[in-house]
């Protein structure tokens, strides 16, 4: 009589970290194009608290697209010849919004003259996420197995290193309600006292200090 060996069971990718960051980026991006169009140069502390926002926002935004090209990317590229394509179009595109965010980030040009650029990022970004979300999400379902427990992947906490805790309030800030449970099911374990704690906190006055009240 032969006896069989339960196998542990890989749980279905959960895309909702990246709606939740998408939706992150696109609602960050537009209050960022409102704060530095009427920004004051001569309020020398909501310049700085917008231009260390900005740049938190950007590198978010470089994480996302450097996880998605090491992580998300080659498993959907290597599921059929059309799925192949479809990611291809998505990293040219990628290119085309790396361009952008090094202009919005040129320190040497003044924060309320980057505002059209920063403008033009959003719209990037809108464009890009949503069509992500129509076409190579479902892919992604398709063809991407997701890690043990669902939990996110150790590599991604390891690259984030001193920003994990802004990345992680990040998420949970844009996050709806349900949304919110389920990041914190796929945040590393730990993480979710540490923003309790005081992540959160910081999170938000962050942004108090780029959008003001």
Known sequence: MSTTVDQPVTPHLDLTPGYVAHRGLREELARLTEATRHLDPVDILRVRAV?????LVLRFLAAH??????????????????????????????????????RTADTQV?????????????????????????????????????????????????????????FVAFHLHHATDAERARVLRWIPPGTALLWRAGWRRSYERRRQAAYGG
């Open 65 to 102: 697209h450097r996880e998605e090209h090491t992580v998300l990317y080659p498993p959907v590229q290597a599921g059929s010849p059309r799925a192949a394509r479809t990611v291809t179009a998505f990293q040219v595109d990628h290119s085309t919004l790396e361009d952008a965010m090094r």
């Open 110 to 166: 003044p924060l309320r003259d980057r505002s059209p650029e920063i403008a033009r990022l959003y719209h990037l970004v809108a464009r890009h996420s949503l069509a992500e979300e129509h076409q190579l999400f479902p892919l992604m379902r398709r063809h991407v197995r997701a890690t043990p427990a669902g939990r996110m992947p150790g590599r991604t906490v390891r690259v984030w290193g001193r920003d994990l805790p802004a």
């Open 51 to 55: 231009e260390e926002h900005l740049a």
